[in-house]
């Protein structure tokens, strides 16, 4: 695979791995109007797990690998800061989304 589709393709996962987390969420919330309590109860464990193995695919799938320990920790270092930082901007987008659709 050429670096440019690599690239592309892994902006692409972690644009989707970010989307995730709004659609999940007003999806549950339009379940749980329709008695689906037990659905929305567990959501959040179930969704971090998915979130989580998702992003350690990300990884291991689009991370370039580093002949030196110290490089590969720092692209570790710097995965972790980017997927934190879309984690919380995700967190804040689904509230922003479900005051929308909810209200206050």
Known sequence: ?????RNVLGCLSV???FLTMPA???AVGAL?????????DNIA???ATILFAWA???YWRFVPGA????QRIGYLAAFLMGICLLGVSAM???FWVMMAIHGA
């Open 45 to 47: 464990p179930i969704i």
């Open 1 to 5: 695979m050429n670096n440019h589709r």
């Open 67 to 70: 002949p030196r320990i110290w």
């Open 15 to 17: 644009l989707a791995w």
């Open 92 to 94: 804040w987008v689904t």
């Open 32 to 40: 749980d109007q329709r008695k689906f309590q037990s659905i929305s």
């Open 56 to 58: 350690i695919w990300i």
């Open 24 to 26: 999940v969420f007003v």
